[in-house]
Structure formats: structure tokens, C-alpha cells
């Protein structure tokens, strides 16, 4: 008799779990059809097979599969060189070093991009966010997030991905 107390709390179980894994696959398919609709007409056209041969895998997974690199195990989070970061698959500037800030978060973090036409933003809803994406206004590879939580002048933060991005250093700071 007591078991049967439990039985409702048992189905209600049962029958919400699968409903909270049908939101996160709707979100992940709407942000897909979302990039794939973006994603049409870049200005810098890339051949995927080309570029599975040019990048290493972890550049491929989070330039093209919106992927994220570890925090604190990439090339640029504590990067303090003088230079220039551009977009590892069109080589298109980005970010200076000069609005570049330690965030604290374990990836490479900006105030502002090297110009407003450099960067596009896009709404993501996945995993239950809202958030804003950042990608290459070339090719439309996926760079990171930016956040409202930076510093002046700005007030973002653009959390990049040490993947997504080279940096070419000053000629003056070697």
C-alpha cells in the first residue's frame, strides 16, 4: 500500500523526462535551421571537406559545429602579445590585442571588435539560454558569445574561442 503512494510521482516522472529531452533537441534543430539559414550566402565561401583538411579537428568542431574549447587549455586566454586576431578559416581581422581583458573565464575576452562590420550577431536558444553568438562576417564561422558583463568602455564581453581565431603579433613588439 505505501508503494502505491509513490506511483503517481512515478509516472509524472516519466512523463516529463522525455519532454525535457524533446525541448533540447527542438532548440538544438532551431538553432541548426537558424545557422544553415545564416549561413547561405557568406561572403568568403568555404568547401567543408577543404577545411576538415586545413584545420585541426577541435578548429573544425567549434568554427563549424558551434562547438566550445576548454577554459584554460586554449592557445590565447593568457595571451599578452601585442598583435592582431583574425578568423582562422578566412584570415579576416577581428580583434585587437588592445581591447583584449583577462575575464577570468579561461578564454580569450574583448571589449569591442576590431569594427562593427568585422563580427555578426546572432539570437541562441540552445541548451535553455538566450544568448548571442558571434561569427565571422566573412564566412560565418562560429567565434563564441558575447556577454553585458565587460568592461568600459563597452560594458561586453566578447568570449571568444582560441580555435576560432590566429593572431599574427606587431612587427614593433618582436
Partial sequence: MIKLKF???IFTLISVLPAC???QTNELKNKTSMNEKINRNPEVEVNKEELKQKLTTEQYNVTQMCSTEPPFKNKYWDNHITGMYSCVVCNSPL???DTKFDSGTGWPSFFK???DK???EIKDTAY???RTEIQCSKCHAHLGHVFDDGPRPTGLRYC???ASM????DEKSK
Fill in 118 to 120: 568585422s563580427i555578426i
Fill in 166 to 169: 590566429n593572431f599574427t603579433q
Fill in 128 to 130: 535553455g539560454m538566450v
Fill in 113 to 115: 571588435p576590431i569594427n
Fill in 160 to 162: 571568444m574561442n582560441s
Fill in 21 to 23: 529531452g524533446q525541448t
Fill in 7 to 9: 506511483l503517481p510521482y
Fill in 95 to 97: 580583434f585587437n590585442s
